[in-house]
Each structure stands twice: as C-alpha cells, then as structure tokens.
C-alpha cells in the first residue's frame, strides 16, 4: 500500500501552524497532534483543567482504549495552550464561538490549508517519523511519551 499520500512534510505542517486565517484553537489542536502522542477525539474532549502546563501534560480521560492517561507535551504545544487558555479555569479547551469544537471543524481547515491532506496525516507523519522509517526533517522539540 502506498502511504505517502498519508504524508505531511514539516514545511507543510509549519505553514499550516502559522496561517492566520486558521483559528488559534484550531492551530492548537493541530500541533498537539503533531507534536505528542495525543489522538484528535482524545484532543477535542479535553477540558481546561486537563492542561497542566507547567508540568507539560495533558491529562486523556477519554483515552481510546479506556482509562486515564497522562500524555507530554512540548514546550511550543503548552505555551500555545497558555495563550488559548488565557484567564479561563474550566470549560472545553478547545473552543470556537463559545462552543467545543468539532472534528469535521479542524479536519477540514487542515485539508483546505494544505491542499487536501487529511488530519490523519499529522500523526500518521509523527509516527513514521519516530519509527525512523521517513526522511522527512526531524523536529527539535520532541515530547514525552504518554504514561498510565
């Protein structure tokens, strides 16, 4: 099977992270995507105090295989939740007027920036990446892994 189409290079990631025409929260999902081990749904269910930022984690209650879990974040990823998060001390982390938002919402900005790469792509790339079995570039500021 050919996944190249799965694919995302880092210029295409970075250009997309920077577009201001995307909204911040959007944005934010998309580099937590790319830079830890957290899935899209487990991303968009998460709450403000689920951001423990100064520690750099995440904390996955509605992880896909059950349980809790506590995910790293980068440096970049938790100073973008820092500046979304602002004053707020509860309510969903990821918002868009007022409201959660959705999958359809951040998949399709990420296809419509990036020529029609699918959301799937981020963390498809990471993961190709830290099997070592892609020549894209590395990123310099890895996370932690995901603990139970």
């Known amino acids: 099977m050919?996944?190249?189409?799965?694919?995302?290079?880092?210029?295409?990631?970075?250009?997309?992270?920077?577009?201001?025409?995307?909204?911040?929260?959007?944005?934010?999902?998309?580099?937590?995507?790319?830079?830890?081990?957290?899935?899209?749904?487990?991303?968009?269910?998460?709450?403000?105090?689920?951001?423990?930022?100064?520690?750099?984690?995440?904390?996955?209650?509605?992880?896909?295989?059950?349980?809790?879990?506590?995910a790293g974040i980068t440096v970049s990823a938790a100073n973008a939740l820092r500046e979304l998060i602002g004053a707020r001390m509860d309510g969903p982390l990821f918002t868009l007027g007022g409201r959660r938002l959705t999958k359809a919402e951040v998949a399709t900005a990420f296809r419509e920036v990036t020529g029609g790469r699918t959301i799937h792509a981020l963390r498809f790339t990471r993961q190709r990446k830290e099997q070592g079995s892609t020549r894209l570039s590395s990123t310099a500021d890895q996370p932690e892994g995901k603990t139970a």
């Open 2 to 70: 050919d996944t190249t189409s799965l694919l995302v290079t880092d210029l295409e990631v970075d250009t997309a992270l920077a577009n201001p025409a995307v909204p911040a929260a959007i944005r934010a999902v998309w580099q937590l995507l790319w830079e830890s081990e957290v899935r899209l749904g487990e991303a968009l269910a998460f709450d403000v105090p689920d951001a423990e930022l100064d520690d750099r984690l995440v904390v996955i209650r509605h992880a896909k295989e059950g349980g809790v879990y506590e």
